[in-house]
Every structure is written in structure tokens, then in C-alpha cells.
């Protein structure tokens, strides 16, 4: 079992940073792909991005490339996405996930979730 804790959420203005931090219990990250993904209100939860176990490659949704990064430290088992000019559409609780395989876009494929810190962009 992995037990995630997401941190670092909470209200910026328009065009702000805020870097959010993913910390893993239970089992050493090092060997799964950690995904990102966020969920507004009334909405589905989409994928913001995702990192492979060994950092080989990383992925972003479109409307977050350029200002989103994602990076992990293994060693520390975290996980972090550091969110840049940030707009107010991209308001919604972000949660981050663990899969014991290669990323997935799909939420579906992640066995691991944390509780998912809130996110809000004023504008």
C-alpha cells in the first residue's frame, strides 16, 4: 500500500506560483510513475501530467505545458508539480497518484490517490 499526502494548495492571483508537494508512506516511490490531475467543481478529474518512476520522461496536458513542472525525489519519496503564471480556469483541487507501471492519461489507471489539496486562482 501507498499513502499519498498532497500540500502546498491554496488561493494566488492571477498570473501567481504555487508548488505543490506530493509525500509518499508505506512504500518507496521509486518504482512507480506518478501522475497529476486536477478536478474542478462539477467537473471530471482530468490529467494535469505525469512522471515516469526514473524521470526519463514526464508529460503535460496542453493547457499546462510551459507553465506547470513536474519532478520527484526519490529518495525523499516526493513528488512535486510547480505551477507558474497561473490562470484562473486552472482552479480545482489537484490530487496526485501513484501506478505501479508506465504514466496513463486516464485517472482510471492509477491505484494510489491522495486526498487532493484545493487550488484557487483569483482573478
Known amino acids: 500500500q501507498v499513502q499519498l499526502v498532497e500540500s502546498g494548495g491554496g488561493l494566488v492571483q492571477t498570473g501567481g506560483s504555487l508548488r505543490l508537494s506530493c509525500a509518499a508512506s508505506?512504500?518507496?516511490?521509486?518504482?512507480?510513475?506518478m501522475g497529476w490531475f486536477r478536478q474542478a467543481p462539477g467537473k471530471e478529474r482530468k490529467f494535469v501530467g505525469a512522471i515516469t518512476w526514473n524521470d526519463d520522461n514526464i508529460y503535460y496536458q496542453d493547457s499546462v505545458k510551459g507553465r506547470f513542472t513536474i519532478s520527484r525525489d526519490n529518495a525523499k519519496n516526493m513528488v512535486y508539480l510547480q505551477m507558474n503564471s497561473l490562470k484562473p480556469e486552472d482552479t480545482a483541487v489537484y490530487y496526485c497518484?501513484?501506478?505501479?507501471?508506465?504514466?496513463?492519461?486516464?485517472?482510471?489507471?492509477?491505484?494510489?490517490w491522495g486526498q487532493g489539496t484545493q487550488v484557487t486562482v483569483s482573478s
Open positions: 508505506g512504500r518507496t516511490l521509486s518504482s512507480y510513475a
Open positions: 497518484a501513484a501506478r505501479s507501471t508506465t504514466v496513463s492519461v486516464q485517472s482510471s489507471a492509477y491505484s494510489y
